[in-house]
């Protein structure tokens, strides 16, 4: 599936959100390497953020950059395995209008042939709300490394074909028009 270079490219408005107890800006490796792959990309770094361990926490600080007009993108790194403290898919439920399983599906499959059977202890997802998109990846730079480089590297990128998320950006809100 190849770039269409006659495409000029557009760059989207993207936040990365760390969800950890521990972690800060100065060693938040997995938040850096998202930021350093979308900026290195074209895109924007519209917001970046840590939070901690908490549903209500994330959703909140979700739902502000899903309100921001200036973001279009929201990339959560942490909280997406199956320990107590990991919250993440449960506050994406609170605050996504549609689900796109094929995100986690895609990524389990691509996991699967470096780390094996233990990708089933991923709950990567993604989803969308009030016509932002939302992708949350495991806390690891490995799997923030996969996740851009076999997924949303191009699925954020206008000219990827046959399709892309970029090209239905601004008919994410339809719906609201009809209610």
Request: overall charge negative; glycine content about 10%; some cysteine.
């Amino acid at each position: 599936m190849p770039i269409n270079e006659s495409i000029p490219f557009k760059p989207v408005h993207i936040a990365v959100l760390t969800v950890s107890d521990t972690r800060t800006l100065d060693d938040d490796k997995s938040g850096q390497t998202l930021v350093d792959r979308l900026t290195a990309a074209g895109h924007v770094l519209a917001d970046r953020a840590i939070v901690k361990d908490d549903a209500g926490l994330i959703a909140a600080q979700l739902n502000a950059w899903i309100d921001d007009a200036g973001i279009d993108c929201i990339l959560t790194t942490g909280g997406t395995g199956v320990t107590g403290r990991d919250v993440t898919p449960e506050a994406f439920s609170r605050v996504c209008e549609k689900d796109i399983p094929g995100f986690g599906e895609l990524f389990r499959m691509l996991s699967y042939q470096k780390i094996g059977t233990s990708t089933i202890q991923s709950r990567a997802m993604a989803g969308v709300s009030r016509g932002t998109y939302l992708f949350g990846l495991p806390g690891s730079t490995g799997a923030c490394k996969d996740g851009w480089d076999d997924i949303l590297a191009t699925q954020l990128d206008i000219r990827w074909r046959p399709c892309n998320f970029v090209e239905l950006m601004p008919r994410l809100r339809e719906h609201e028009a009809a209610e």
